[in-house]
Structure formats: structure tokens, C-alpha cells
């Protein structure tokens, strides 16, 4: 599977970026789909998963109210859409995508099977 997040820019503060995970070669369906941000100089930092059974979802609590994790079948994508950016969410962000996962590794980057490139998103005003 070759994924490849797209939708990054540059947004004001308050702003909204709807971000896609664009998968060829499997259908994104059947995978669990993790979203994951770098901001420069930290660590990597889960962002929000959807998992491949019933579709269940996970944010990380500064997520939490913002950002929606959701699939479009139709378009074999996994979306995020970020509403009331700020500064704090600068960074790259890219998509993994995973077929045995637990639930609790679904934070853990490591335990994807695939990762894509990442896009970036620049909150600034």
C-alpha cells in the first residue's frame, strides 16, 4: 500500500484545513488509518486514528473537539479535517495505515505497516 497525505498550507490562526490520506494499491477500508504530526524539534505526536473494524475513533486531547477523523470509501481516502488551528499545530503530518493493529497500539506510529510521505501545515498569521 502507498499512502500520501495531501492538503497541508498555510492558515491563520483559527483557521481550517481538511487534510487527506490517499491510498493506492489496497483499499483503505480495510486498514486501521492513524493520522501523526512532527512539529520541528519534537517528537512524533499521534493526532487521531479510525480503526478497520466498525470504524471506531481515537483522538489525542489536544485533538479532542477540533479535528474529525472520517472515511470517504468512495474516494479511497482517509480525511482529517482541523478546525480552529493554532500556532501548537504546526508541524508535518502524515497517515499510516495498519491491518492487525490493538487498540491500544494505535497511538504508536512504529506498529503501522505503512506510512506515507507527510504534508505540511503551517498555522501562522
Known amino acids: 500500500v502507498q499512502l500520501q497525505a495531501s492538503g497541508g498550507g498555510l492558515v491563520r490562526p483559527g483557521g481550517s484545513l481538511r487534510l487527506s490520506c490517499a491510498a493506492s494499491?489496497?483499499?483503505?477500508?480495510?486498514?486501521?488509518v492513524g493520522w501523526f504530526r512532527q512539529a520541528p524539534g519534537k517528537d512524533i505526536e499521534f493526532v487521531a486514528r479510525i480503526k478497520r473494524s466498525g470504524d471506531s475513533t481515537a483522538y489525542a486531547d489536544s485533538a479532542k473537539g477540533r479535528f474529525t477523523i472520517s472515511r470517504a470509501n468512495a474516494k479511497n481516502t482517509v480525511d482529517l479535517q482541523m478546525n480552529s488551528l493554532s500556532a501548537e499545530d504546526t508541524g508535518i503530518y502524515f497517515c499510516?495505515?495498519?491491518?492487525?493493529?490493538?487498540?491500544?497500539?494505535?497511538?504508536?506510529?512504529?506498529?503501522?505497516?505503512?506510512r506515507g510521505r507527510g504534508t505540511l501545515v503551517t498555522v501562522s498569521s
Open positions: 499510516a495505515a495498519g491491518e492487525r493493529l490493538i487498540t491500544s497500539s494505535t497511538t504508536d506510529p512504529t506498529k503501522y505497516d505503512y
Open positions: 494499491g489496497r483499499t483503505l477500508s480495510t486498514y486501521t
